[in-house]
C-alpha cells in the first residue's frame, strides 16, 4: 500500500528515468507537505477492507523524508497495524542526524544510489544545486549502522550514463562500507522522463551482478 507523503513531483531530485515525469517542485525544504491527520483516516479505511497488505510503504510521487512528520506517521502506523512500514527514498538526505533518527521505527528501508561519482550523479539524478554525492554516501553509511530494520539498496542503471566499469567498480567499493541486506539492481523499463535514458540488457545486469556480489539481485522485468 503506497501512501504519498507530499504533492506530486516534489522531490530533491530529478532524475533522468523517472516515469513520473520531470521534477516540478525540486527543493530540500522540509514541511509537512500533506498531513497526518489526512492520511491516518484514509490508512484506517483502507485497513478496515481485510486486503492483503504486505507492507505499508511511505513512497509516492516526491521524496517522502521531505515530510517533516514522517516520524509522526510511522508511529501512527505503528499503532494502527502490525503491518510492517516500508519508506522508498533516495536517500539524499540522510546525512541530516535528524532524519536517520525519523526513519529509525521503520521496518524496511529502500533508499537509492545510482551513482558514486560527483559527475555521473549530476547527469543521472540531476540533483537540487546544495547536494554532493559524498555526503549522501555517508549518509547513507551512517544510517546502515545506527537502523535495525532491513536495508535494501535500490540501483537503476542507465545505457551509456552509469554502467561505466569504472562507475560500477566504485559503486562495489562504496557499497562494501554500507551495511545492507540486499542490493536490487534494476534498469529502465518504464517509459522514462527523458528518452535518452536507455535501458541496458540483462547480459550487461549479469555483469553487474556479478561486480556488486552475492547480495545483489536484479529485480528488472524484461516482458516486453
Known amino acids: 500500500l503506497g501512501i504519498d507523503t507530499v504533492p506530486y513531483k516534489t522531490c530533491s531530485l530529478d532524475c533522468i528515468y523517472c516515469q513520473l515525469g520531470k521534477t516540478t517542485n525540486k527543493v530540500i525544504e522540509r514541511k509537512e507537505y500533506i498531513s497526518c491527520e489526512d492520511i491516518l483516516p484514509e490508512i484506517e479505511e483502507i485497513l478496515k477492507q481485510k486486503k492483503k497488505i504486505d507492507y505499508i510503504t511511505l513512497s ?19 499503532k494502527l497495524t502490525s503491518i510492517p512500514v516500508a519508506v522508498l527514498t533516495n536517500g539524499t538526505l540522510l546525512f541530516q542526524p535528524e532524519i536517520r533518527e525519523e526513519l529509525m521505527e521503520a521496518d524496511l528501508v529502500i533508499p537509492s544510489l545510482d551513482a558514486v561519482s560527483d559527475e555521473v ?55 562494501e562500507k554500507i551495511k545492507l541486506d540486499k542490493i536490487q539492481l534494476n534498469t529502465v523499463i518504464r517509459p522514462p522522463t527523458e528518452e535518452f535514458a536507455q535501458p541496458v540488457n540483462l547480459e550487461n545486469l549479469k555483469k553487474i551482478k556479478r561486480t556488486l556480489g552475492e547480495k545483489c539481485e536484479i529485480i528488472a522485468g524484461f516482458k516486453r
Open 60 to 78: 509516492g510521487s516526491g521524496e517522502p523524508t521531505l515530510n517533516s512528520k514522517i516520524k509522526t506517521m510511522i508511529n501512527s502506523i505503528k
Open 121 to 175: 550523479f549530476k547527469k543521472v539524478n540531476r540533483p537540487h544545486h546544495s547536494l554532493r554525492i559524498d555526503k549522501i554516501i555517508d549518509g547513507l553509511s551512517a544510517f546502515s549502522q545506527e537502523f535495525k530494520g532491513k536495508i535494501w539498496l535500490e540501483i537503476m542503471i542507465v545505457k551509456g550514463i552509469n554502467n561505466s566499469p569504472q562507475e560500477i567498480k566504485r559503486m562495489a567499493e562504496v557499497i
